[in-house]
C-alpha cells in the first residue's frame, strides 16, 4: 500500500497515452459489459416472484401444432394449478411488417383470467371490466401505448394471418407492470370465428397460474402425465424457460454472445498489453535507479503490475458506467424483450467486469513486469533507449 | 518530395512486437465485423438459391409465411386448373399442395430442442423442385410413413440421420432418404407425403400452401395476378423467388447488431492506434528532425506517418481476414419466419475481404492522423535536442 501513490504517478506521467488507453479498454469494456448483462439476464438469473409462479403448456411436438381446448379442465384439475388461461399467437400485421417497431407481440386471451394470471399488472378496475365486456377490445402494455402514443378508446387495426381478415380492435385498457411490458392482449372469443370450422377449439398454449412456486416442477411433470399416451401430448415448462426456448429460435445466441465477448476481451488484453510495454521499455534505466536505491525485484513486479491494473480497471469502471446506460437501450429493444429482467445496477456484472479489467491488466503487464524485475542493473543503467 | 515508403516499412519491421500487438488488435476488430458480413451473406445465398422464378407459391390472403397460411382442399382444385401452370411427366398440372409444420428436434448447438419444418407435399411438389437431389437412400413411399430429410438436418440433428425412426405428430416415421438442394432452404427440412403428413399433424382438411411450375416469366406473372385478383380464392401469390427474398430480412436485427459491435469496437481499436503511432512519433523525434534538416517538408513528414499508420492498420485488415478464413463454409443456423431453424453456412467473398481492409484502413488513418500532425509539427531544433 506504502507504493500506491507512487504507482498512480507513474500511471499518469504520460497522460495522453494513459488516456488514450483508459478510453481504448473503456470502450471495449462498455460492449463487453452489455454482452455479459445479456448473458446474465438470458441464462443466469432467476425469474421474478411474479414469473416463477407461471408455467405454460404447449403440444409436445412444436408450439405452432395445437392442442385441444378439453384440456383446460383437465389441466384445472391438478392438485397445485390455481388458473389456466388459454392464450394464442395471433401474429398479423400492424402497418407496415417490415418496420420492426410494428411488430409488437400480440396473444389472444381470455380476458376475465388475464389479469389472475398476470398478477404483476396493474390496470385500473374499470379499464378491466371494460375489456372483459367488450368483445372487440384489448389491453396494452404502458410501453406500446407510449410508442405508438394508444389512448383509451382508440382502434387498433390489424390485419390477421392465422387468423385470416382484417380486425379492428378498440383499447380498453392500459396496464403497468415492473419489466415494461409492450404486448397486446386481444379477446379471444372474437377472432376465433374467422377461422375454418376444423380449426376452431385449438389452443396454442396454457398459461398456468400454480399456488407454490416450489412445487412447480412436480406441477409440470403431473400435467404432461395427465397427457401421456393421448393423441396430443403436452410439454409444460416455467414461463422463463419458455421465453428462453424462442430464444433458440434466433439462432445460436450464446454462440455469438461467447464468441463476440472473447474477441473484446482479447482486444482490451492487446491494447493494455502494448501499452505496458512501451512504458516499460521507455523505463529501463529507471528501473536500474530503483533497484540501485534498494527497491527489490519483487517491489518492481507489483509497482509494473499495479500501474497497469489501476490503467484497466479506470477503462473498466468507465466501460462498465457507460454499458449500464447502453442496457436501458438494448432492454428497450426487441430483443431486450426476451430477458426477464433488468435492473441497473446488477453486482454480478458489475463483479465480473471489473474482475476481467483486473486479470487483464495483470496478465498484459506480466511479461514486461517480469523482464525489468529481472534485468540486471548494470545493464539497465547502461540501457539509452 | 516524400519519404520513401520503404523508411516506414522498416519502422515497423524494426519494432516488430509493438506492430503486431497493434495489428492484431485492429484485426480482432475486423474479424467481428467480417464474421458477421460472411453469415450474413451466407443467409443471403442459401435463401436466393432456394427460389424459383418460375415457381408460383400460393398463400392465404395475409399470411407472410407458409407456417402461419391456410389452404383448403376446396381453394387448391380451384387453383390447379388455372391457365399458365406446366404439365408434369404425367400429363397433369405441376402443382403441389402442401402442409407445413415444425417439430421440435434435440440438435448438435441445442439440446434442449429447436424447430425444424417438416413439409408434407404431392409427387409433382418433387418433380416441380428441380433443385433438390436425392444424395443417399431412396424417396419416401407415399402410402408409408417414410420421410427424407434435407441434408444439413441430417447432419446438425442426431435423431434424424438415415435409417433412423423418428416422432413428428403421433407416429413413428422411417427416414428413408437424405436430400440435397445445394445450399437451399430445402436443406433444413424434413419431406414427407401430403396425405400421410396431414393425417399425422390432424390436419387433412386446412393445409398451408400451394406451390406451382410455370412455363416462363410471363405466364408466372399473370399467373399470379390472376390469383391475386380472384377475390373468391381469398389468397395471395407470388413468385417463389419473390418469397424467399423477402425472408432475407430476418437478417437485419443481426446486421445490425454485428455493425454497432464493430463499430464500437473500432473506436477502441482507433484509439489503441493512436498510441501506437504516438509512441513511435515520441521515439523518432531525432529522426524527424534529421529528416527536417535533410529537407523533407512538414507536410511529407505528416504525409509519412500517416501512411505508417495506414500501413500498420492494413496489416490488421490482412491479418483479420486470415483468422476469418477458416470460418468459411461452417454451417449454422438462424430462425426464419417459418418459426423454424434454417440452416446456412458462412460465406465469405473477396468483396467482403476488401470491405473489411478498407474499413481497418479507415479506422487506422483516423488512428494515424493526429500523432502524424504532432511529428509534422516539431520544431527541427527542439526535435533534435530530444532524447
Not at chain 1, 383470467?113 to 404502458?142: M, N, S, W
Not at chain 2, 523518432?284 to 528532425?289: L, N, S, V
Request: aromatic residues 8%.
Amino acid at each position: 500500500m506504502r507504493y500506491l501513490s507512487l504507482i498512480l504517478k507513474n500511471s499518469w506521467r504520460n497522460r495522453r497515452r494513459t488516456i488514450l488507453t483508459i478510453a481504448s479498454i473503456g470502450v471495449s469494456m462498455c460492449l463487453l459489459g452489455v454482452l455479459v448483462a445479456m448473458y446474465h439476464a438470458f441464462y443466469l438469473s432467476s425469474p421474478t416472484p411474479a414469473q416463477a409462479l407461471r408455467l405454460v403448456t404447449r403440444n409436445r411436438v412444436s408450439l405452432t401444432v395445437a392442442i385441444p381446448a378439453s384440456y383446460q379442465s383437465r389441466i384445472k384439475r391438478v392438485p397445485g394449478v390455481r388458473e389456466a388461461m388459454i392464450a394464442n399467437w395471433f401474429g398479423g400485421t400492424y402497418k407496415d411488417a417490415r418496420d420492426p417497431k410494428n411488430q409488437f407481440s400480440r396473444f389472444t386471451v381470455e380476458p376475465e383470467k388475464l389479469f389472475t394470471v398476470y398478477g404483476e399488472f396493474h390496470i385500473p378496475e374499470d379499464q378491466k371490466q371494460a375489456f372483459i365486456h367488450d368483445r372487440t377490445g384489448c389491453v396494452i402494455g404502458r410501453d406500446l401505448a407510449d410508442s405508438f402514443g394508444f389512448k383509451l378508446g382508440d382502434r387498433i387495426t390489424l390485419t390477421g394471418d392465422i387468423y385470416p381478415g382484417n380486425y379492428e380492435f378498440t383499447v380498453r385498457g392500459i396496464f403497468d407492470s415492473p419489466p415494461p411490458n409492450g404486448v397486446m392482449y386481444i379477446n379471444k372469443e372474437y377472432v376465433e370465428q374467422s377461422l375454418p370450422e376444423a380449426r376452431r377449439g385449438e389452443v396454442g398454449m396454457y398459461y398456468i397460474l400454480v399456488d407454490d412456486s416450489r412445487n412447480s416442477a412436480q406441477i409440470a411433470e403431473a400435467i404432461d402425465a395427465q397427457f401421456r399416451n393421448s393423441p396430443a401430448e403436452t410439454k409444460t415448462e416455467s414461463e422463463q424457460a419458455f421465453i428462453i426456448g424462442f430464444l433458440s429460435l434466433i439462432g445460436n445466441v450464446k454462440m455469438f454472445l461467447v464468441a463476440i465477448a472473447g474477441a473484446v476481451t482479447f482486444t482490451i488484453l492487446l491494447v493494455s498489453a502494448n501499452t505496458m510495454a512501451m512504458s516499460v521499455r521507455e523505463r529501463v534505466r529507471e528501473v536500474g535507479v530503483l533497484k540501485t536505491l534498494g527497491f527489490t525485484p519483487g517491489i518492481i513486479l507489483v509497482l509494473i503490475l499495479g500501474e497497469a491494473c489501476t490503467i484497466s480497471t479506470a477503462g473498466g469502471i468507465v466501460g462498465y458506467l457507460i454499458s449500464t446506460l447502453l442496457m436501458q437501450a438494448v432492454s428497450k429493444s426487441p430483443i431486450g424483450g426476451f430477458a426477464p429482467t433488468q435492473s441497473f445496477f446488477e453486482p454480478v456484472v458489475a463483479l465480473a467486469c471489473m474482475g476481467i479489467a483486473a486479470s487483464v491488466g495483470l496478465l498484459s503487464s506480466l511479461v514486461p513486469a517480469l523482464g525489468a524485475a529481472r534485468a540486471p542493473i548494470v545493464a539497465a543503467l547502461r540501457s539509452n533507449d | 518530395m516524400a519519404i520513401p515508403l520503404s523508411y516506414n516499412l522498416r519502422n515497423l519491421v524494426v519494432r516488430k512486437t509493438t506492430t503486431l500487438m497493434t495489428a492484431l488488435g485492429i484485426a480482432l476488430t475486423v474479424a467481428v465485423l467480417l464474421a458477421i458480413l460472411a453469415l450474413v451473406n451466407g443467409l443471403r445465398v442459401t435463401l436466393s438459391t432456394s427460389g424459383d422464378p418460375l415457381h408460383v407459391i400460393a398463400l392465404r390472403k395475409g399470411a407472410t409465411s407458409e407456417v402461419v397460411s391456410l389452404f383448403t382442399r376446396s381453394q387448391f382444385q380451384d387453383l390447379k386448373f388455372k391457365p399458365g401452370i406446366a404439365a408434369g411427366r404425367d400429363g397433369q398440372p405441376l402443382a403441389s399442395l402442401e402442409v407445413i409444420s415444425v417439430i421440435n428436434l434435440a440438435s448438435v448447438d441445442n439440446p434442449g430442442g429447436t424447430n425444424v419444418t417438416v413439409r408434407g407435399l404431392m409427387p409433382a411438389g418433387i418433380e416441380l423442385r428441380h433443385n433438390v437431389r436425392l444424395a443417399e437412400g431412396r424417396w419416401f413411399n407415399p402410402s408409408r410413413r417414410e420421410v427424407v430429410v434435407g441434408k444439413s438436418v441430417a447432419g446438425r440433428f442426431p435423431a434424424a440421420r438415415l435409417g433412423r425412426k423418428i416422432r413428428i405428430a403421433r407416429s413413428e416415421w422411417d427416414i428413408v432418404g437424405v436430400i440435397d438442394a445445394a445450399r437451399g432452404a430445402q436443406d433444413s427440412e424434413i419431406w414427407g407425403d401430403l396425405y400421410q403428413v396431414s393425417s399425422d399433424l390432424d390436419r387433412s382438411e386446412v393445409v398451408s400452401s400451394a406451390v406451382f411450375q410455370v412455363t416462363d416469366a410471363v405466364t408466372a406473372k399473370a399467373l399470379i395476378s390472376n390469383i391475386n385478383n380472384d377475390r373468391r380464392l381469398e389468397l395471395t401469390a407470388s413468385s417463389e423467388k419473390d418469397y424467399y427474398d423477402e425472408q432475407t430480412s430476418s437478417a437485419a436485427p443481426l446486421e445490425f447488431i454485428g455493425l454497432m459491435v464493430a463499430i464500437i469496437m473500432a473506436v477502441g481499436s482507433s484509439f489503441a492506434a493512436m498510441n501506437t503511432m504516438y509512441a513511435a512519433v515520441a521515439r523518432r523525434a531525432r529522426e524527424i528532425g534529421t529528416l527536417r534538416v535533410l529537407g523533407f517538408s512538414r507536410f511529407s513528414i505528416l504525409l509519412s506517418f500517416f501512411v505508417e499508420g495506414v500501413l500498420l492498420s492494413a496489416l490488421g485488415g490482412i491479418l483479420a481476414c486470415l483468422l476469418v478464413l477458416p470460418l468459411n463454409g461452417i454451417t449454422t443456423a438462424i430462425g426464419s419466419t417459418n418459426f423454424a431453424d434454417l440452416a446456412f453456412d458462412f460465406h465469405l467473398t473477396p468483396q467482403i475481404m476488401l470491405t473489411g481492409i478498407a474499413f481497418a484502413v479507415l479506422l487506422g488513418s483516423v488512428g494515424g492522423l493526429f500523432p502524424a500532425g504532432t511529428a509534422s509539427r516539431k520544431e527541427i531544433l527542439t526535435a533534435l535536442r530530444e532524447a
